[in-house]
């Protein structure tokens, strides 16, 4: 069993089995939603110091800056971080949807527009080309991502294209609130005062 300290005087996020040490994909098992966005944080700012490398996020429901075009919230998080030119993350974007089968004006069309403006497919995407641009070496995914996926194979669709070219990541973390999804190995997560962990 491991615990995670943050920085909390009295808390710690505690784990059993411990936090992940080898690759492969894990389930956090969490009974109470609204511990999420702290398990997240937490587990976003041990792996990060960890590695010196980005957890990709893919949330349930994206957060977009609604005053920026879709293409400024794929590429500015990177370009932040990271300090590459504007141009080079948008040629690395294009080279990460070379040899994809999909409509790219509609997706053209998408990446002009303003986020209140996309449809729920192009918002899934969008946060995804924006979490893989950052070169992560895990991802961190909500449960909800996993049947996505799953009609979006059906359809042969580029999120799934997308997804499963680019994350045979040595990690990939998806959160549930009951039990541990086919394939992943379960780890049951706790918030508990620092005197009983």
Request: proline residues 7%; aromatic residues 10%.
């Given at each position: ?33 609204d511990q999420h966005p702290a398990l997240i944080d937490a587990l976003c700012r041990h792996y990060t110091n960890l590695w ?32 590459a030119p504007l141009g080079e993350l948008d040629a690395r974007m294009q080279a990460m949807l070379a040899g994809l089968q ?96």
């Amino acid at each position: 069993m491991s615990r995670l300290f943050t920085g909390h005087a009295t808390h710690c996020w505690q784990f059993a089995p411990n936090l992940p040490e080898a690759r492969g994909h894990y389930a956090f098992i969490l009974p109470e939603e609204d511990q999420h966005p702290a398990l997240i944080d937490a587990l976003c700012r041990h792996y990060t110091n960890l590695w010196r490398a980005p957890l990709a996020l893919l949330e349930a429901r994206p957060v977009f800056v609604s005053n920026l075009r879709v293409w400024e919230n794929i590429i500015l998080p990177t370009w932040y971080h990271a300090g590459a030119p504007l141009g080079e993350l948008d040629a690395r974007m294009q080279a990460m949807l070379a040899g994809l089968q999909y409509d790219e004006a509609a997706l053209q069309r998408a990446l002009a527009q303003l986020p209140a403006q996309l449809d729920t497919p192009h918002r899934r995407l969008a946060a995804l080309l924006r979490a893989l641009l950052q070169h992560p070496q895990a991802v961190l995914l909500d449960e909800a991502w996993l049947a996505w996926l799953a009609q979006s194979r059906a359809r042969g669709s580029l999120l799934s294209q997308l997804y499963d070219r680019y994350t045979a990541l040595e990690y990939v973390f998806v959160l549930s609130n009951h039990e541990a999804p086919e394939g992943y190995t379960p780890i049951s997560c706790r918030w508990v005062s620092e005197e009983s962990a």
